[in-house]
């Protein structure tokens, strides 16, 4: 598993995160990353502050975490890129937002193995910090702490390569739909004598037990983890 780094280029959504908070230089204080989410048709507050790090990094917008509106733009440097005429790089890909993973006890979810996102829903990243076949990755949100230890934290979005129970291997961390609960969870794997161990990354939960590892149905790797930054309010 590799944590992410920070690509070198602007993509769409960066310039209309930067549009945005321009536009609301003019009200006298900083948006919420709920509205950044609404005006930027963007629905997860995790891939927005995935890319607010990335400007912050890049030094086009400075925040502070100890407020809930803390994001700025730097004005000279987006006078300087206004200036410029911008487009997404073309070694940024889009990877889709599938659903919510449950990283506790499994969960149930009717009618799907994932809860679907709308098809808008995507993270950018760069091509070159993926695997060869990018084309058939997906993202999934986390909800839940039983993969702390893992540096997977309620609210974190997992790349996710599609895997299937013959190709996972013991400590692989995998998406796993329990078929015969019709319910989900993202834990460890380990296949055992006679039965499959799923097994969380936090010394409070225990292990789950299969005993029957038919009804395992392994959904994906997880290749790479996007870390949610949260503002802290006073």
């Known amino acids: 598993m590799m944590m ?36 930027t048709n963007i629905s997860s507050t995790s891939v927005v502050n995935y890319y607010l790090e990335q400007l912050e990094d890049w030094g086009y917008i400075v925040r502070n975490r100890k407020i809930s ?48 996102y709308d098809a808008e829903a995507s993270v950018e990243i760069a091509r ?21 230890d893992a540096m997977v934290n309620d609210g974190d979005i997992v790349i996710m390569k599609p895997a299937t129970n013959a190709e996972t291997r013991n400590g692989d961390m995998v998406a796993v739909w329990l078929e015969d609960r019709d319910e989900t969870t993202l834990k460890y794997f380990y296949k055992e004598a006679n039965r499959i161990r799923l097994q969380p990354a936090n010394p409070t939960m225990a292990p789950i037990y299969i005993d029957n590892p038919a009804v395992v149905k392994v959904q994906g790797k997880v290749v790479m983890v996007i870390r949610k930054v949260m503002p802290t309010a006073v």
């Open 69 to 116: 509106r803390g994001v700025r733009i730097v004005p000279e440097k987006w006078a300087e890129l206004a200036g410029q005429t911008v487009t997404a790089i073309a070694d940024l890909i889009k990877i889709p937002i599938v659903g919510r993973i449950f990283a506790s006890s499994p969960v149930p979810v009717p009618g799907s193995d994932f809860n679907y």
């Open 128 to 148: 070159s910090l993926l695997p060869e076949k990018a084309d058939s990755l997906f993202a999934l949100e986390v909800e839940g702490d039983s993969m702390i």
């Open 4 to 39: 992410v780094r920070k690509s070198r280029g602007l993509g769409d959504r960066h310039i209309k995160i930067l549009e945005y908070l321009d536009k609301h230089t003019g009200k006298g204080y900083p948006p919420s990353i709920r509205e950044i989410c609404d005006a």
